[in-house]
């Protein structure tokens, strides 16, 4: 299971910190990403980030202002949003994969958690 939070309603400029805290399994075993679903849009690839956390990936649009992280002794996985641009609106799903993937094709997904910056 994959519980988010972290989201809110942000200024355009201002950051957010998302979590997503892991449980049922080995939490270490699985790549840890990050996608978003904007209305009427589909979910697409944010960052992902490897098992050891030694490898991380970004979508273009978020490269240089989005880092993703994770503590496995926490079974937690981290997403630090700077600099938020009101295209960043969207619900942000925390997602568990074998591997690092960017691909919805994903063994695990969270709940959602919203994120909205105003201009």
């Known amino acids: 299971q994959l519980v988010e939070s972290g989201g809110g309603l942000v200024q355009a400029g201002g950051s957010l910190r998302l979590s997503c805290a892991a449980s049922g399994r080995t939490f270490s075993f699985y790549a840890g990403g990050w996608f978003r679903q904007a209305p009427g849009k589909e979910r697409e690839f944010v960052a992902a980030?490897?098992?050891?956390?030694?490898?991380?990936d970004y979508a273009d649009s978020v490269k240089g202002r989005f880092t993703i992280s994770r503590d496995n002794a926490k079974s937690t996985v981290y997403l630090q949003m700077n600099s938020l641009k009101p295209e960043d609106t969207a619900v942000y799903y925390c997602a568990a994969h074998r591997l690092m993937v960017r691909t919805t094709s994903v063994d695990y997904w969270g709940q959602g958690t919203q994120v909205t910056v105003s201009s």
């Open positions: 980030i490897s098992r050891s956390g030694s490898s991380t």
